[in-house]
């Protein structure tokens, strides 16, 4: 299978290898965002991010599968992929825990003041400050119960926070209404 990878995603020189002792026949291409100047017809497998929206997915005649190293699809063709039945898969939940991470970092650093101790550092002064605030018993809302906000509702738990999910989609799920710290909302027009 001819396999076109791009520097979307760092590979080792062994898992290149890899690749190729499964049948691959691996193609590298670093820059995805150049147009390629290599005949893409006989291209059956492609790894990649924004591949497709620099080269025209229609000059892959021979594609038969895609991996995406995002979390979306927004950057593919789906009509030409469900079209063609190219078989495509996402890299979904990759970017969830530090996304949940980066959440819990931007709130801890308002209610703890992070700048205002940043920069009083930076000047050599030592105040204190009195009404910093604690995560502990808030109501926190996640608004997107998918990956990354499953994610950030296990993070603010851990604090001791009330979550509440609300979301498109009903299901059940452990992360909401499992206790009296987790509620989970249904909303089926949001828009």
Request: net charge neutral; charged share 25%; glycine share 8%.
């Amino acid at each position: 299978m001819k396999t076109l990878i791009t520097g979307a995603f760092k590979y080792s020189k062994e898992q290149i290898e890899k690749l190729n002792s499964i049948g691959c026949e691996t193609v590298f291409i670093q820059d995805e965002r150049e147009k390629l100047d290599i005949d893409v017809s006989c291209i059956e497998a492609v790894i990649c991010n924004g591949l497709f929206l620099y080269n025209d997915i229609s000059k892959f005649k021979s594609l038969k599968f895609i991996q995406l190293t995002s979390a979306g699809f927004d950057r593919v063709d789906m009509q030409y992929v469900k079209k063609h039945n190219i078989e495509i898969h996402n890299a979904r939940g990759v970017y969830s825990i530090p996304m949940a991470e980066f959440a819990i970092f931007g709130v801890l650093e308002l209610y703890k003041q992070g700048k205002f101790f940043q920069q009083n550092q930076a000047e050599k002064r030592w105040e204190k400050q009195r009404n910093l605030s604690e995560l502990f018993g808030k109501q926190v809302c996640v608004a997107g119960c998918g990956n990354v906000g499953t994610e950030c509702a296990k993070r603010f738990s851990a604090f001791g926070c009330r979550i509440t999910g609300v979301d498109l989609y009903p299901r059940e799920d452990e992360n909401y209404g499992t206790n009296d710290n987790f509620q989970f909302i249904y909303y089926h027009n949001i828009n």
